[in-house]
Structure formats: C-alpha cells, structure tokens
C-alpha cells in the first residue's frame, strides 16, 4: 500500500514540476511581450478545455486538460497581406489568411500599435527566446542543485570489502587463479569497515586524492580508522586494468557503452558510497553536455522512433537512453519515488535531475527552426533583420515584416508530425514502458 502511494506521488511530484517549467517557459514570453506593450489575451498551461481559469486585468490565465505544452496569445501575431495582394481562397491560403486574421476577436480600439509584427525585429526576438532561455536557467540551477547541493553517489574511503588476489584484466577474468598475486590490502591486514584517512602520512578526503599518491610497486604506509582508533598499516599498491572514473564520479564508457580502462595503482579493496556534491563548475558542465546530449537526441529522433515502434509491437525490449514521452517520465518517477532501496536524498536528487533534463529538452526542441516552435518564430525574425541590412546597404526602401504566414501549411505539417511523434512515444510508454 505504502509503494503505491509512494509511486503515485513520485508522478504528482513530477507533474507539478512539468507544469511548473511549461508554465515558467510561458512567463518567459509574456513578461517581455507585455514589457514592449503587446496586447495579451491568454495564457494557458496546456491545451484543450479549460480546468481552471481567471482574468487579470486584459490577460484571462487557465490551466487545460491536456498537459503537452502551453500557449500565449499575443495580437498580430501575422503581418497582414502586402497592399493590393489578393487572400486566395484555397485550402493552404485558406490557412495563411486565418493565422493573418487569428485574434481579430481581441483587437479593439487603440490596439493597432499593441500587435506583435509591428515590433522592432529584435524586441520580437525576446520575446520569442524568452521562453526556452527561462528553461534552460530552470535546468541548470536544478541540475546544480541536485549534483553540487545534494550531490552524487561516489566512492566513500569507508572499505566495504577485501579482494582475494589482484585480477590484472577484469574484462576477461572475474574470479581469482592460483597464479594471480594476493591482493596488497589483505597482505597489509586491511579489514572490512575501515575508514581510509591517509596515505603516507598525508590526509585524504575522497578517492580521488588517494588514488593520486598510489605508486605501483612502492612501498607505502596506509592510515585507517577502525574502532575509534587509528592504525598505520605498510602496504605495496600492485598495477591492474582498471575503469576510469569521470569528474562525477561515475565510471566512462566508450562509443560501444563498455568501460574505459586505464593501467591503475590497486590496493585489492571495494569501498562503500555515500553522496558527495561536486563543484559548481562540473556541474555547469554537466548542463552543457545535457543539452548538446538532446540536441544529438534530437538529430536521431527518426531512427529512435523507429526502433520504439518496433519494438513495442514486436515485444522486444527498449533500450534505457531512447526517447520517451510525459508518461515515461512518469513511470519513473515513480519507480524512484516507491523504491526501498534508494535514500530520500537520492529520490529528490534524480526528481530534480529529470526535471532538469525535461527542461533542456523543451530548450532545444523550441529552438528549432521551425513553426510553430520558438525556433521557427527566431529564424523568420532574423531572416527579416538580414533582409533589411542587405536592403540598406543596396539603399532599397527598407522591406515590410517577414511574411511568416505564408509557412502556415508547413506549420500544421509540423504540428501533426510533433502530436503523431507524441502518440507513439505514449504508446510505447503504456504498452512497452523501459525497463531500469
């Protein structure tokens, strides 16, 4: 009962935290679209009928049904058709001259200098970076604040346990031979629960600066706490194949996903854990390889789509890093949140790390080039600041406003390949959900 409850409250958590970075991403064009004197209708937190709404002065705010993005509602957010230029009648005109006239509803006296096209190109860049830049600040404090305030799990100096012998080559032998040396922590009388304080008479906080004053070969003198007592124990560090641990603590793989090894100084012993944060720098870092990770994502969108389809309706399992919708997430959430075996710590550490990376994620889809992404708006804007620089220097009358409208049709395009990428995503997540 108690792990049904802790699940479904892992989902909660992480559906507030959702809203809360879809509602930031919105705040992030309304503050500065209101700042320039925009007219704004609506604001709304997903899509769909209405669960709540209230009217604030000329903006009416709702949260809605379906919580796949949100939406602000700015007034010409078109230009309009250049003069003398008929509308056509078609069913792809027909789209270019309802997006041209959308919101006429909410345009009333006084409002004609209030309209998003009549903007200057670069205050319409703020607003429309407005939004993706507020969730990649959102990112990375939470990025920051999980890795370098709560921090990672790393390896402790506490010994959990001694090794037999010294395996050279752990890749291709797992249990000791009669011909393999025995391990220098056994030979020096190292025991289970000590705590290594120092090396050589140096002290020592963390692997990371034991490991550096290690030697193959050379006898050194190993410092420990065992029963409120500290002991000094002689101990030759022998040489083995061994993996490299990164800046996080966390082990390096290579393009196959296999460890990296690097020739290490070995004591014989496997230590404990225990959560350590890591500098602010590495974890800014860290933000910055999250992002460039789901832009890659993003590049291998089709193949990864591909290969969930497949194997979802093939009964094969998926694999741990392809795409996965807002019901994965919350799948895991709440397999973290109802676990027995992971801290409180480390459960509002990897809440706060997906909402971080769901965060990036929304940055860089937003930042694509196309409608009606962020992206889409950003690019016509600075195709239109280009247009005009080469206008001025070939001393041309300065252009009218990027007609954007006339990409309306690639727009629903984009929008019904956006929702139909969504649906498989949440298909796959409910039928074949990813397995940890």
């Known amino acids: 009962m108690t792990e049904s409850i802790l699940y479904i409250l892992g989902i909660v958590a992480v559906a507030i935290g959702i809203g809360f970075s879809i509602g930031l991403h919105e705040l992030g064009h309304l503050l500065p679209a209101k700042l320039f004197g925009v007219k704004v209708p609506r604001y709304a937190i997903g899509f769909g009928p209405k669960l709540f709404s209230k009217q604030i002065g000329e903006t009416e705010y709702s949260?809605?049904?379906?919580?796949?993005?949100g939406f602000i509602t700015?007034?010409?957010?078109?230009?309009?058709?250049?003069?003398?230029?008929?509308?056509?009648?078609?069913?792809?005109?027909?789209?270019?001259t309802t997006a041209r006239h959308a919101h006429e509803e909410h345009?009333?006296?006084?409002?004609?200098?209030?309209?998003?096209?009549?903007?200057?190109?670069?205050k319409r860049l703020i607003i429309?970076?407005?939004?993706?830049?507020?969730?990649?600040?959102?990112?990375?404090?939470?990025?920051?604040?999980?890795l370098s305030g709560i921090g990672v799990q790393q390896r402790s100096l506490t010994v959990a346990q001694i090794s037999d012998c010294v395996i050279f080559n752990p890749t291709a032998q797992q249990a000791c031979n009669p011909q393999d040396p025995q391990s220098p922590a056994r030979l020096a009388g190292v025991q289970p629960g000590d705590k290594i304080v120092g090396y050589n008479g140096q002290t020592t906080s963390d692997w990371q600066g034991l490991s550096s004053m290690l030697q193959p070969g050379v006898v050194g003198?190993?410092?420990?706490?065992?029963?409120?007592?500290?002991?000094?124990?002689?101990?030759?560090?022998?040489?083995?194949?061994?993996?490299?641990?990164?800046?996080?603590?966390?082990?390096?793989?290579?393009?196959?996903?296999?460890?990296?090894?690097?020739?290490?100084?070995?004591?014989?012993?496997?230590?404990?854990?225990?959560?350590?944060?890591?500098?602010?720098?590495?974890?800014?870092?860290?933000?910055?390889?999250?992002?460039?990770?789901?832009?890659?994502?993003?590049?291998?969108l089709p193949?990864?789509?591909?290969?969930?389809?497949?194997?979802?309706?093939?009964?094969?399992?998926?694999?741990?890093?392809?795409?996965?919708?807002?019901?994965?997430?919350?799948?895991?959430?709440?397999?973290?949140?109802?676990?027995?075996?992971?801290?409180?710590?480390?459960?509002?550490?990897?809440?706060?790390?997906?909402?971080?990376?769901?965060?990036?994620?929304?940055?860089?889809?937003?930042?694509?080039?196309?409608?009606?992404l962020d992206g889409g708006h950003i690019a016509g804007g600075l195709y239109e600041w280009l247009k005009r620089g080469v206008f001025k220097i070939l001393r041309k009358p300065a252009p009218g406003p990027a007609d954007t409208a006339v990409l309306m049709p690639l727009t629903w395009f984009v929008f019904i390949l956006l929702m139909a990428m969504s649906a498989v995503l949440i298909l796959a997540d409910i039928i074949n959900p990813i397995r940890f």
Do not use: C, H
């Open 63 to 69: 949260v809605r049904l379906i919580p796949l993005g």
């Open 74 to 96: 700015m007034i010409g957010m078109y230009a309009p058709a250049k003069p003398g230029k008929p509308e056509g009648a078609g069913f792809f005109s027909g789209m270019v």
């Open 107 to 122: 345009v009333t006296k006084g409002d004609e200098g209030r309209k998003f096209y009549k903007l200057s190109v670069y």
């Open 128 to 146: 429309m970076f407005g939004g993706p830049l507020m969730n990649l600040v959102l990112g990375t404090i939470l990025i920051t604040i999980a």
């Open 221 to 300: 003198s190993i410092q420990v706490e065992r029963s409120a007592s500290q002991i000094t124990l002689p101990i030759t560090p022998a040489s083995a194949m061994r993996a490299k641990i990164g800046p996080t603590g966390s082990i390096e793989v290579d393009s196959n996903g296999d460890p990296v090894l690097v020739k290490t100084a070995v004591l014989g012993i496997a230590l404990g854990t225990e959560l350590k944060p890591i500098p602010v720098s590495t974890s800014l870092t860290q933000a910055g390889l999250s992002v460039g990770q789901v832009f890659d994502m993003i590049l291998n």
């Open 303 to 372: 193949q990864q789509l591909t290969d969930t389809a497949v194997s979802t309706f093939t009964g094969q399992e998926r694999g741990t890093s392809g795409a996965i919708s807002i019901v994965g997430i919350g799948q895991i959430a709440g397999e973290v949140s109802s676990s027995e075996t992971v801290s409180a710590l480390e459960k509002l550490s990897t809440g706060l790390l997906i909402l971080a990376s769901l965060n990036f994620a929304l940055f860089a889809f937003n930042m694509l080039p196309l409608l009606p």
